[in-house]
């Protein structure tokens, strides 16, 4: 019975924690319409091609001066919520079909990932350069030691992987630093980085094609509509018809879903092991802060035994349907950026700000300079396209990239779009030994430095492939 003479029923549906995470959800969508309505509407954002997802965090932002708007955001639901986004994301483009691309060769596709692996080191070393002596030789006069050594570490992490690892790796580290009596700022420390990686993603990469195409040396061109998906593109081959009693978009969250949830089952499992002190404190930390890479390979499990089901003629429906887990992936991509950087706290930036802003200064200029200087020798012909999508990408994420190719590329007529998508096996191949340094370093200042020089002998290995002489 929905009503009861003592009205119980109704108090029960209007106390507050029925509606608190609806609330929280309400504030991230209207700040997604409020910066797509700015976007659209004020010409200098519009060509600043900052993404809505970023305006609409920025919004949020700005309302958390008035005191009585952060009482309305709830700090901790933000972070769960940029920490699921990204394992959900990943999931949905992983579980897409395996399409090859004809227009990239697979010795530009691994120079691309390549490419980007040498900007994660340089970026891993310009941070730990800045980190290091500061946590040495520099003291915050109200709030004490305040910088941890190898916080510099968190300038990959934001720059080159957004904030989804920037709030994972935070975590992490102002954990290791709580207990070393350190007052690092891990999570809003990570989170600035990937806010600022793509406004220097956005601002900088215009600014820089703009000086171009007024030197002549590029031709900005109109964009045209994305014709590439039409109506029926979920709707070929052996599909769910649109008259069935369940909507195709339910199933396709569905399978995601499905899919996180064994990568829940793994991490609880992995957490309930008894692995000593390294493995409480170093392991299963990294476990849970992996959950991306664990949904990656789950989603590639899960991808290969629906294909095994339709090739033995025990699934006779196509499920995966690549514009649908597009749209899924982009909406999570899009809640991972506005509720990430809505959970940055001012008030934690206070005693930190200057390493914050030498640190993204310095990334921005070394990112800037080095992948340049390798787009110019890996993509003879379309050195610009190729520069611009990795920039976009190695300081805020592929959607970043994509934007600002967009702009001299329209039409995807170089490789450089599929040398970004094709990129990331590689690159996760080659990035794997790079996250677990991360684990290790934040052990102790030791373990930093043997980190610091591990990179500084991977970076001299990247480069030495990178622009050894290429053979025609």
Same mark, same amino acid.
């Given at each position: 019975?929905?009503?009861?003479?003592?009205?119980?029923?109704?108090?029960?549906?209007?106390?507050?924690?029925?509606?608190?995470?609806?609330?929280?959800?309400?504030?991230?969508?209207?700040?997604?319409?409020?910066?797509?309505?700015?976007?659209?509407?004020?010409?200098?954002?519009?060509?600043?091609?900052?993404?809505?997802?970023?305006?609409?965090?920025?919004?949020?932002?700005?309302?958390?001066?008035?005191?009585?708007?952060?009482?309305?955001?709830?700090?901790?639901?933000?972070?769960?919520?940029?920490?699921?986004?990204?394992?959900?994301?990943?999931?949905?483009?992983?579980?897409?079909?395996?399409?090859?691309?004809?227009?990239?060769?697979?010795?530009?596709?691994?120079?691309?990932?390549?490419?980007?692996?040498?900007?994660?080191?340089?970026?891993?070393?310009?941070?730990?350069?800045?980190?290091?002596?500061?946590?040495?030789?520099?003291?915050?006069?109200?709030?004490?030691?305040?910088?941890? +050594?190898?916080?510099?570490?968190?300038?990959?992490?934001?720059?080159?992987?957004?904030?989804?690892?920037?709030?994972?790796?935070?975590?992490?580290?102002?954990?290791?630093?709580?207990?070393?009596?350190?007052?690092?700022?891990?999570?809003?420390?990570?989170?600035?980085?990937?806010?600022?990686?793509?406004?220097?993603?956005?601002?900088?990469?215009?600014?820089?094609?703009?000086?171009?195409?007024?030197?002549?040396?590029?031709?900005?061109?109109?964009?045209?509509?994305?014709?590439?998906?039409?109506?029926?593109?979920?709707?070929?081959?052996?599909?769910?018809?649109?008259?069935?009693?369940?909507?195709?978009?339910?199933?396709?969250?569905?399978?995601?879903?499905?899919?996180?949830?064994?990568?829940?089952?793994?991490?609880?499992?992995?957490?309930?092991?008894?692995?000593?002190?390294?493995?409480?404190?170093?392991?299963?930390?990294?476990? +849970?802060?992996?959950?991306?890479?664990?949904?990656?390979?789950?989603?590639?499990?899960?991808?290969?035994?629906?294909?095994?089901?339709?090739?033995?003629?025990?699934?006779?429906?196509?499920?995966?349907?690549?514009?649908?887990?597009?749209?899924?992936?982009?909406?999570?991509?899009?809640?991972?950026?506005?509720?990430?950087?809505?959970?940055?706290?001012?008030?934690?930036?206070?005693?930190?700000?200057?390493?914050?802003?030498?640190?993204?200064?310095?990334?921005?200029?070394?990112?800037?300079?080095?992948?340049?200087?390798?787009?110019?020798?890996?993509?003879?012909?379309?050195?610009?396209?190729?520069?611009?999508?990795?920039?976009?990408?190695?300081?805020?994420?592929?959607?970043?990239?994509?934007?600002?190719?967009?702009?001299?590329?329209?039409?995807?007529?170089?490789?450089?779009?599929?040398?970004?998508?094709?990129?990331?096996?590689?690159?996760?191949?080659?990035?794997?030994?790079?996250?677990?340094?991360?684990?290790?370093?934040?052990?102790?200042?030791?373990?930093?430095?043997?980190?610091?020089?591990?990179?500084?002998?991977?970076?001299?290995?990247?480069?030495?492939?990178?622009?050894?002489?290429?053979?025609?």
């Amino acid at each position: 019975m929905y009503l009861s003479s003592s009205g119980i029923a109704v108090k029960s549906f209007a106390a507050p924690e029925v509606w608190s995470t609806l609330i929280q959800v309400f504030v991230v969508l209207l700040a997604v319409l409020a910066g797509n309505t700015l976007r659209r509407k004020v010409r200098f954002l519009r060509r600043s091609l900052i993404p809505t997802a970023l305006l609409g965090g920025l919004i949020i932002l700005l309302f958390k001066f008035w005191p009585k708007f952060n009482d309305i955001i709830d700090k901790r639901f933000m972070e769960t919520m940029t920490y699921h986004a990204l394992a959900l994301g990943f999931i949905s483009m992983s579980l897409r079909p395996t399409k090859v691309s004809n227009r990239s060769n697979t010795r530009t596709v691994v120079e691309t990932g390549t490419l980007t692996v040498g900007t994660y080191i340089i970026q891993g070393i310009v941070g730990l350069l800045i980190t290091v002596p500061m946590y040495l030789f520099w003291r915050n006069p109200e709030a004490g030691r305040d910088i941890f +050594y190898a916080g510099g570490l968190m300038l990959p992490m934001g720059y080159g992987q957004g904030p989804g690892q920037a709030l994972n790796f935070g975590t992490i580290y102002q954990s290791v630093a709580a207990e070393q009596g350190i007052n690092f700022q891990g999570i809003d420390f990570g989170l600035s980085i990937a806010a600022i990686g793509f406004l220097i993603g956005s601002i900088v990469g215009v600014i820089y094609m703009n000086i171009l195409a007024h030197k002549n040396r590029l031709t900005l061109k109109e964009q045209e509509t994305d014709t590439r998906y039409t109506l029926y593109d979920y709707d070929q081959g052996n599909e769910l018809p649109h008259s069935e009693s369940v909507d195709k978009l339910t199933i396709v969250i569905s399978i995601v879903f499905m899919t996180y949830f064994f990568v829940y089952l793994f991490m609880s499992f992995i957490g309930r092991l008894e692995l000593g002190d390294f493995g409480e404190k170093t392991v299963k930390p990294l476990v +849970y802060g992996f959950n991306f890479f664990w949904g990656i390979l789950f989603a590639s499990l899960v991808r290969v035994f629906i294909r095994s089901l339709r090739k033995k003629g025990l699934m006779h429906r196509e499920y995966l349907n690549e514009y649908l887990l597009n749209r899924v992936g982009g909406t999570a991509f899009d809640l991972m950026i506005v509720a990430g950087t809505a959970a940055i706290c001012f008030e934690n930036l206070r005693s930190i700000w200057l390493p914050l802003t030498l640190l993204c200064i310095a990334g921005a200029i070394a990112t800037f300079y080095y992948v340049k200087k390798v787009s110019m020798r890996i993509y003879p012909g379309y050195g610009y396209e190729g520069f611009f999508s990795m920039f976009g990408m190695l300081t805020g994420t592929a959607s970043n990239g994509m934007i600002l190719l967009r702009e001299i590329d329209p039409r995807y007529e170089t490789p450089a779009a599929n040398n970004l998508v094709l990129q990331n096996i590689p690159a996760m191949i080659m990035g794997f030994p790079i996250l677990l340094l991360l684990g290790f370093a934040p052990k102790n200042l030791s373990a930093t430095l043997i980190t610091l020089g591990i990179l500084v002998v991977l970076f001299t290995v990247v480069n030495l492939f990178l622009f050894r002489k290429r053979v025609r």
